[in-house]
């Protein structure tokens, strides 16, 4: 296993509370029900302070490349909660210089006017959940902002970040090829250095589980990512993972890392940490519930689960990650960051080459286009025990 301090390492840290919950989610999210003045911030801020310190003896040595500040939305803490939480993190993590401080925000009004605040804090890059253009389809997926507002908040953030992202969704409930044109070109006038387009899912346990939108079928789905494709690339964008766009010079650096299969350490409740020692690679998750995480973190027990990634797990785990990355990464990054042979996946490799999902570069790990299509069936090949191999 390789010595931890190699790996890059990166923070994330969760803020759990949204206005509502949209009928698709299935992040940790809680509608917060009192008025914005009662959120408890400075307690949050006091958990997420205790969180890091009983978490500093498993980096210690190590320096932060990226923090994300996620969730939730985490633009319904004020500038002054991201300046102290901040502040806060780096007395006691040694950031690198230029790291890469990604916050998440939602397009409402009196959020976009805190952007410029959020700036001065020491956020460098905003991430900004728009989802649509289209009021039809913000309502669809209950969002409480509207396309004016999207409009408006992306003017903010390009006034007040060098680096900043749009989200947006397709396969939206009743929409066409011609709606998702439209989002794009919408997105595109803004001039964004990045831009995530995820297609929606109906997951587990969502509204839309219980009561399902009509969507459009998997072909009309397969025709919109193709106009995304071709649209991005014809404006200059790189797609450098399954969801991700980014200009050149622009990709998040944050969610590289998770791909690359770099270490993590999450803070907040729900956060998940993936962190290597010299004998094992550990995942962590804290407690889910917001308040009852911010109980146990004053604690000093913020972790509600922790487990050592076993020898069979991990040829699944690397892949799961870094097949999302278009480009792949170099085949020697599988046996440095989970300490097994890169002969260990020899002949699932082979399975994939022989079957047009792998490159047949040895010196690369990297999905043909094929292979990014049906990723599941790729990934499945490198499943212990699967019975599709
Ligand atoms: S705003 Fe984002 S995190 Fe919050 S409920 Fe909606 S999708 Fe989930």
């Not at 917060?32 to 205790?50: I, M, N, T």
């Not at 964004?192 to 009561?211: D, G, Q």
């Not at 990512?225 to 969801?243: C, I, K, N, Q, W």
Request: negative net charge.
């Amino acid at each position: 296993m390789p010595e931890n301090v190699a790996l890059p390492l990166s923070l994330y840290v969760h803020l759990p509370w949204c206005l509502s919950k949209c009928p698709y989610c299935d992040f940790n999210s809680h509608a917060w029900r009192g008025s914005l003045r009662e959120l408890p911030e400075a307690r949050y801020l006091d958990a997420l302070q205790a969180d890091l310190e009983a978490s500093l003896p498993n980096v210690r040595g190590r320096s932060v490349s990226t923090v994300f500040i996620g969730g939730g939305t985490p633009s319904l803490f004020s500038p002054d909660a991201i300046e102290r939480l901040l502040a806060t993190i780096r007395a006691r993590l040694r950031v690198a210089p230029g790291a890469e401080v990604t916050m998440e925000a939602n397009p409402g009004t009196f959020e976009a006017q805190r952007f410029a605040a959020y700036a001065q804090a020491g956020v460098t890059r905003l991430s900004i959940g728009v989802q649509s253009f289209s009021d039809d389809a913000l309502r669809a997926l209950g969002r409480v902002h509207d396309a004016r507002q999207a409009r408006a908040a992306i003017e903010e953030a390009a006034r007040s970040f060098a680096s900043f992202n749009i989200d947006l969704m397709y396969a939206l409930p009743g929409q066409t090829l011609q709606g998702l044109r439209d989002d794009l070109a919408s997105a595109l006038a803004f001039g964004p250095p990045h831009l995530s387009l995820y297609h929606l899912t109906i997951e587990p346990a969502t509204a839309f589980a219980k009561r399902p939108p009509p969507l459009p079928d998997d072909d009309l789905s397969a025709d919109m990512l193709a106009l995304a494709g071709d649209t991005l690339g014809a404006a200059g964008f790189e797609r450098y993972e399954v969801s991700a766009w980014a200009r050149p010079g622009a990709r998040c650096r944050h969610n590289l890392n998770y791909w690359e299969f770099g270490d993590y350490l999450g803070i907040g409740a729900g956060a998940h940490g993936k962190l290597t020692f010299h004998d094992r690679i550990v995942r962590e998750a804290r407690v889910r519930q917001p308040e009852r995480y911010v109980d146990a973190a004053l604690a000093a027990s913020a972790i509600g689960e922790e487990r050592i990634v076993s020898c069979d797990e991990l040829p699944f785990e690397f892949m799961l990650n870094a097949l999302r990355l278009t480009e792949g990464v170099p085949a020697a990054w599988f046996s440095e960051r989970t300490g097994q042979s890169v002969a260990a996946i020899g002949r699932e490799r082979a399975r994939a080459v022989e079957r047009g999902l792998l490159e047949a570069d040895p010196t690369r790990i990297r999905a043909t286009p094929l292979g990014l299509r049906f990723l599941n069936d790729l990934l499945g090949l490198f499943l212990k025990n699967d019975d599709r191999r």
